[in-house]
């Protein structure tokens, strides 16, 4: 399963993971809809630190989509709203 | 849905209209290869700016550093004169052009991050893109229109994904960046005038000026002392004597009285002479 962490690049993570991600990624999303910085700080960061340590880089000459995509790690949680909220915020 | 498979469709559906605009699907990748160029100028450029605001801050730390090192030697020249006003009216300067510096360090911090950020993300496009390349003369090289079709949906995969990234990568970068200039302009305009500089500038040239003052006077003492000397080699022993006799009447008036009046300043100790 391929993650991506925007601003960092690709992960390839075990599908083992997808368990622990989505408990993580639920946490995260309750955060974002709550508008709660302190549960949104702590929960996306160990999301995303479960990607790093669980996944492996993918190397930069790799052309793949990912299955799953995840905002940039210095997103506060209002960023990731709008970025949730609105296909346009996303350039390209 | 979750946040991850959510962003995750946003890109893809910026994928698939990327591809349902073009006509004969292999000018596409001509079209798509021009845009990952000209987005590997933009980073590149990116890099460039964030870089040119780092160096700014960095002119202005060691600007506002040589300030407050000036300020402190302003503040031990006072005290030695015996003015403690004077001294914690430097001082006082100093701890502003002090706090203005650590928010300079944050800044920097902040747009090295930026810088390093941008820098990788120029590595990871570049390479995608040259795969890209190898990709799209392969595909023209070997397949028909027709054919093409799915092949060029291959070659799309993470290469639009990478672009919607490092798109945004950038447009986070130029709004940072953004920000940290207006109060980069802001901070050499204070610095232009004055308010944060040494005391040595108008309008706040009253600490160097009393400074000068004290040692223009004591100067002058001890060219008069030698005169003295060389016109009467006779009463050398005598005036040194007279001198080393005035520094101890002299001390109490450099005892910590900031309400003292410049009238005191005459009698510092004469270290001058030889």
């Known amino acids: 399963m391929i993650i991506r962490i925007m601003g960092e690049g690709q992960y390839d993570v075990p599908d083992d993971d997808l368990a622990a991600l989505n408990v993580l990624d639920s946490e995260v999303e309750s955060a974002v809809l709550a508008a709660d910085t302190s549960a949104f700080t702590a929960c996306f960061a160990q999301l995303l630190d479960r990607v790093r340590s669980h996944g492996a880089v993918l190397p930069d000459e790799v052309l793949v989509d990912s299955d799953l995509v995840l905002p940039p790690s210095d997103s506060s949680v209002d960023e990731v709203a709008a970025l949730l909220g609105d296909e346009g915020l996303i350039p390209g | ?274």
């Open chain 2, 1 to 274: 849905m979750s946040i991850m498979k959510r962003m995750g469709l946003i890109f893809r559906s910026k994928a698939n209209k990327a591809l349902d605009r073009a006509e004969d699907p292999r000018e596409t990748l001509d079209y798509s290869y021009t845009k990952q160029l000209e987005l590997l100028q933009k980073v590149r450029r990116g890099v460039a700016d964030v870089a040119t605001s780092r160096k700014r801050v960095e002119l202005q730390m060691t600007q506002l550093q040589q300030q407050g090192d000036k300020l402190h030697g302003q503040a031990q020249k006072g005290l030695a004169a015996g003015r403690e006003d004077l001294a914690r009216e430097a001082l006082t300067r100093r701890s502003a052009v002090t706090a203005q510096v650590e928010g300079l360090q944050t800044q920097h911090a902040q747009l090295q991050g930026e810088e390093e950020k941008l820098t990788l993300a120029s590595q990871r496009l570049q390479a995608k893109v040259e795969a890209f390349r190898t990709r799209k003369e392969t595909i023209k090289a070997t397949y028909t229109a027709a054919e093409a079709q799915t092949k060029i949906g291959e070659a799309f995969s993470g290469i639009s994904e990478e672009m919607s990234d490092v798109g945004l990568a950038v447009q986070r970068a130029e709004d940072k960046t953004a920000s940290m200039q207006a109060r980069a302009g802001a901070i050499d305009e204070l610095v232009a005038s004055g308010a944060l500089d040494d005391a040595s500038q108008e309008p706040n040239s009253d600490i160097e000026r009393e400074l000068a003052a004290i040692s223009a006077g004591s100067d002058v003492d001890s060219e008069l002392a030698a005169l003295k000397d060389q016109l009467e080699p006779g009463s050398k022993p005598e005036a040194i004597e007279g001198a080393a006799t005035t520094p101890p009447a002299a001390t109490p008036t450099a005892a910590p009285t900031a309400a003292d009046p410049p009238a005191a300043t005459d009698a510092p100790p004469r270290e001058g002479q030889p």
